[in-house]
């Protein structure tokens, strides 16, 4: 299954920009209910003014809002962004923690994002359970579970820990791409003879 979409996709990478850990972090919590062609617009210029923890503890809520102002619930994502960064500040020292444990432990970031990070920008093993490998997984059988985080722990029960972010994003982007989420396409997936979902029958 890996290998086939390997092939569809050789480069699989997540759609957020980023140049380091902080700014994923920060543009993975933006984008809950909201594009990713959003964010890294959005995103440009939030790290132009707030590119460390201590600059977006050192603003405003107002100065944050403002420019965040195009995002959906910005106001909630704004006052997160901002007890996030004081919690990176108090409990490590402004970096971004390399563990689940630790990564959960700050305001607005749940599992997803955290695996999120773990994995994109550190490239560690980490199972991103976002909407699109949520559907995906369902559909090919992986797991039954609705929960993101009990589907990411079924899934790691079939997943050797070091293809797991590799495989998070080749789902990703064929959630994204081929498995579309009203109707996936799957006349154009090389998964059809595995996927007991496949609409062709093959
Ligand atoms: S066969 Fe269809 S439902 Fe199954 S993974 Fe491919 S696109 Fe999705």
Redesign the pocket.
């Known amino acids: 299954m890996r290998k086939r979409l390997k092939e569809l996709y050789p480069d699989p990478h997540l759609e957020l920009e980023f140049t380091e850990p902080f700014q994923l972090l920060i543009a993975a919590i933006l984008a809950a209910q909201e594009s990713d062609k959003k964010i890294n617009t959005v995103g440009k210029e939030f790290f132009k003014k707030f590119g460390t923890p201590q600059k977006v503890v050192n603003a405003s809520l107002e100065e944050i809002e403002k420019v965040l102002s195009s995002v959906n619930f910005y106001r909630r994502k704004a006052r997160l962004i901002k007890r996030c960064c004081e919690v990176l500040l108090e409990k490590f020292r402004g970096k971004i923690p390399t563990s689940i444990e630790e990564m959960v432990k700050l305001p607005g970031v749940g599992r997803k994002t955290a695996n999120m990070v773990l994995g994109g920008a550190f490239g560690l093993p980490a199972l991103i359970m976002d909407r699109h490998v949520l559907r995906?997984s369902h559909?090919?059988g992986l797991t039954a579970e609705k929960n993101p985080d009990k589907a990411e722990k079924e899934l790691e029960k079939v997943t050797e820990p070091q293809w797991r972010t590799e495989i998070s994003l080749l789902l990703m982007n064929?959630g994204k791409r081929?498995?579309l989420a009203r109707n996936?396409?799957?006349e154009k997936?090389p998964?059809?003879d595995l996927?007991p979902?496949?609409?062709t029958g093959i």
Do not use: W
């Open positions: 995906v559909r090919l064929h081929i498995c996936p396409v799957c997936c998964l059809c996927c979902s496949c609409k």
